[in-house]
């Protein structure tokens, strides 16, 4: 008797709790389509309807509408019944957006939201290092209009270090340059223009060292004859200890010459073997560095030497526009004609390689030679043009798919994730690796390709447990707010997700229960819950 009695308490008690939820006024809902937005328009946009409200913690329906778009558009809205719908912008303009919510019972009023697509999209180039003193070129060439038309540059100043004086020249063309007076950091930043179209602003870093290296002029000296390395006009923006290391970055073969007092600012070398030495300077001041070269020609005998005595008075001696070069007449001439030149023993010639190579006294750097502001020793060898020993990148001029193409140089490894992106976007010509910065808008394939925990970072420990794709809930743009649309593939409870952190829990005018949600609700809709009663043990009832 008593058991019955327990058991009328406990069913009693639920059906007054469920008849006070039924009583309780359903609350008009808050539709919330989300902030106005600028947009360039070569990506796909988000709306976010995510912050709409429900007072009552009803399940919501969205309703989207297109209301208004471009003359010549054909856009559509996809998962306009859900909390984030998509679409694709196809020509500039205003696109405005409606939303409704409704909870199974009321319909909220509209609210509306304008997504304004400018059509054009300014590419600032890949942030850089620089020297005092040394000019930089800054590089607007990807910027990209989405009707194809021709448009405006305009480049300035955002921000530059205290008391500098720097000047842009050139900033209404792509490709501007600027000398840093002071040390510190340079933002510039880029906007184009078609009319009064502009585009959003992009931004380029330029940071100065604060340290200048200079490891003086080259020398031409005999093999085995020291000469003297001077690093002493190297120089800091500010007191302090410098410190200096030089260093051999290319010898001819058999030389195993090294530099005596390489860590002072005025070192030695002897060159042992004849041929080309492509020294470097490295000056540090705390955390910042700077680098410099200089080359060192060895020859056998470094006086000039003139034809046979009986020659000389009819003046057959080099003429003072000849190459400099150790060597015989007779090792590159013949005595048929001066012209053309049998040979040329790279090693013996000093000086550097554009004083012959210039396209005028023999052939220049061809057509096809990447743009760069090197001399041709620091990256090829007197031995052979090719291959091709070192790159300095910072001093190669242009985009680098124009050497990284699979041809020049290796292009992207095939492991590299799936993006139009150009390689400066997210890479920094001193190293392959890390990554800078990486613009996700460009990516296409599945998030995963890269966030697996190898690539990039993946899910965090405290993801909640789900077998959904990442770009079924997130955005490219941000990782949060989550629209979380297909709790199928959610795997858990649904309370270790809606248990107030991270996410809202029961809400305060739910009806007392310890039952887990889905014994009475369906993870395809917050209602209509299950009317079969889930009975609370008595004893936790008593």
Same mark, same amino acid.
């Given at each position: 008797?008593?058991?019955?009695?327990?058991?009328?308490?406990?069913?009693?008690?639920?059906?007054?709790?469920?008849?006070?939820?039924?009583?309780?006024?359903?609350?008009?809902?808050?539709?919330?389509?989300? @902030?106005?937005?600028?947009?360039?328009?070569?990506?796909?946009?988000?709306?976010? $309807?995510?912050?709409?409200?429900?007072?009552? %913690?009803?399940?919501?329906?969205?309703?989207?509408?297109?209301?208004?778009?471009?003359?010549?558009?054909?856009?559509?809205?996809?998962?306009?019944?859900?909390?984030?719908?998509?679409?694709?912008?196809?020509?500039?303009?205003?696109?405005?957006?409606? &939303?409704?919510?409704?909870?199974?019972?009321?319909?909220? =009023?509209?609210?509306?939201?304008?997504?304004?697509?400018? =059509?054009?999209?300014?590419?600032? $180039?890949? @942030?850089?290092?620089?020297?005092?003193?040394?000019?930089?070129?800054?590089?607007?060439?990807?910027?990209?209009?989405?009707?194809?038309?021709?448009?405006?540059?305009?480049?300035?100043?955002?921000?530059?270090?205290?008391?500098?004086?720097?000047?842009?020249? $050139?900033?209404?063309?792509?490709?501007?340059?600027?000398?840093?007076?002071?040390?510190?950091?340079?933002?510039?930043?880029?906007?184009?223009?078609?009319?009064?179209?502009?585009?959003?602003?992009? &931004?380029?870093?330029?940071?100065?060292?604060?340290?200048?290296?200079?490891?003086?002029?080259?020398?031409?000296?005999?093999?085995?004859?020291?000469?003297?390395?001077?690093?002493?006009?190297?120089?800091?923006?500010?007191?302090?200890?410098?410190?200096?290391?030089?260093?051999? &970055?290319?010898?001819?073969?058999?030389?195993?010459?090294?530099?005596?007092?390489? *860590?002072? *600012?005025?070192?030695?070398?002897?060159?042992?073997?004849?041929?080309?030495?492509?020294?470097?300077?490295?000056?540090?001041?705390?955390?910042?560095?700077?680098?410099?070269?200089?080359?060192?020609?060895?020859?056998?005998?470094?006086?000039?030497?003139?034809?046979?005595?009986?020659?000389?008075?009819?003046?057959?001696?080099?003429?003072?526009?000849?190459?400099?070069?150790?060597?015989?007449?007779?090792?590159?001439?013949?005595?048929?004609?001066?012209?053309?030149?049998?040979?040329?023993?790279?090693?013996?010639?000093?000086?550097?390689?554009?004083?012959?190579?210039?396209?005028?006294?023999?052939?220049?750097?061809?057509?096809?030679?990447?743009?760069?502001?090197?001399?041709?020793?620091?990256?090829?060898?007197?031995?052979?043009?090719?291959?091709?020993?070192?790159?300095?990148?910072?001093?190669?001029?242009?985009?680098?798919? =124009?050497?990284?193409?699979?041809?020049?140089?290796?292009?992207?490894?095939?492991?590299?994730?799936?993006?139009?992106?150009?390689?400066?976007?997210?890479?920094?010509?001193?190293?392959?690796?890390?990554?800078?910065?990486?613009?996700?808008?460009?990516?296409?394939?599945?998030?995963?390709?890269?966030?697996? $925990?190898?690539?990039?970072?993946?899910?965090?420990?405290?993801?909640?447990?789900?077998?959904?794709?990442?770009?079924?809930?997130?955005?490219?743009?941000?990782?949060?707010?989550?629209?979380?649309?297909?709790?199928?593939?959610?795997? %858990?409870?649904?309370?270790?997700?809606?248990?107030?952190?991270?996410?809202? =829990?029961?809400?305060?005018?739910?009806?007392?229960?310890?039952?887990?949600?889905?014994?009475?609700?369906?993870?395809?809709?917050?209602?209509?819950?299950?009317?079969?009663?889930?009975?609370?043990?008595?004893?936790?009832?008593?």
């Amino acid at each position: 008797m008593k058991m019955k009695k327990m058991k009328f308490r406990a069913y009693s008690w639920i059906a007054l709790s469920l008849f006070l939820a039924a009583c309780i006024s359903n609350n008009p809902q808050s539709a919330d389509a989300g @902030d106005d937005q600028t947009v360039d328009g070569f990506s796909e946009v988000v709306l976010n $309807g995510g912050n709409s409200l429900d007072p009552n %913690g009803d399940a919501l329906r969205y309703e989207w509408k297109l209301v208004s778009k471009p003359a010549d558009s054909e856009v559509v809205l996809e998962k306009a019944n859900m909390a984030a719908p998509i679409f694709v912008p196809d020509v500039p303009g205003d696109y405005e957006f409606s &939303l409704i919510i409704d909870d199974g019972s009321k319909r909220s =009023g509209a609210d509306r939201v304008i997504v304004h697509v400018t =059509g054009l999209k300014s590419d600032a $180039g890949h @942030d850089q290092f620089a020297s005092l003193g040394s000019p930089v070129t800054l590089d607007g060439g990807h910027s990209r209009a989405m009707d194809g038309d021709s448009f405006d540059y305009q480049w300035s100043f955002v921000t530059r270090p205290r008391n500098s004086v720097a000047t842009l020249s $050139g900033e209404t063309s792509a490709t501007p340059s600027f000398t840093p007076d002071v040390a510190g950091r340079y933002v510039t930043q880029l906007v184009i223009s078609i009319d009064k179209r502009k585009s959003q602003a992009a &931004l380029v870093r330029v940071r100065t060292s604060g340290i200048t290296a200079d490891a003086g002029e080259n020398v031409v000296t005999p093999v085995g004859v020291a000469v003297s390395l001077d690093g002493t006009k190297s120089r800091a923006d500010s007191a302090g200890a410098l410190t200096y290391a030089w260093d051999v &970055l290319q010898r001819p073969t058999k030389s195993v010459a090294a530099v005596t007092n390489a *860590s002072q *600012s005025k070192a030695a070398f002897t060159p042992d073997v004849a041929g080309k030495y492509l020294l470097r300077l490295t000056v540090s001041k705390n955390s910042e560095t700077s680098t410099a070269q200089v080359v060192v020609t060895a020859g056998t005998d470094t006086t000039p030497t003139l034809p046979p005595p009986g020659d000389q008075s009819s003046g057959h001696i080099k003429p003072v526009t000849h190459i400099a070069s150790s060597d015989l007449c007779q090792s590159c001439h013949n005595s048929v004609a001066w012209v053309p030149v049998v040979k040329v023993d790279h090693n013996q010639v000093m000086g550097a390689c554009a004083t012959c190579h210039n396209g005028k006294t023999s052939t220049g750097r061809p057509a096809t030679h990447i743009a760069a502001s090197t001399e041709c020793g620091a990256c090829h060898a007197t031995s052979s043009f090719t291959p091709v020993i070192r790159v300095d990148h910072t001093q190669v001029l242009g985009t680098c798919v =124009g050497c990284h193409n699979g041809s020049s140089a290796s292009g992207k490894p095939t492991f590299h994730i799936t993006s139009t992106d150009a390689c400066e976007q997210c890479h920094s010509t001193a190293a392959w690796t890390p990554v800078i910065t990486v613009p996700h808008d460009q990516l296409t394939g599945a998030c995963i390709s890269c966030h697996n $925990g190898i690539v990039a970072m993946g899910k965090s420990p405290t993801h909640l447990a789900t077998t959904n794709v990442c770009e079924a809930c997130h955005s490219v743009t941000t990782f949060v707010p989550a629209i979380v649309d297909d709790h199928a593939q959610v795997v %858990g409870t649904c309370s270790s997700c809606h248990n107030g952190n991270p996410i809202g =829990g029961k809400p305060a005018s739910h009806i007392v229960t310890t039952a887990e949600c889905d014994l009475c609700h369906s993870y395809k809709a917050w209602t209509p819950a299950s009317t079969t009663p889930k009975v609370v043990p008595a004893s936790a009832v008593n």
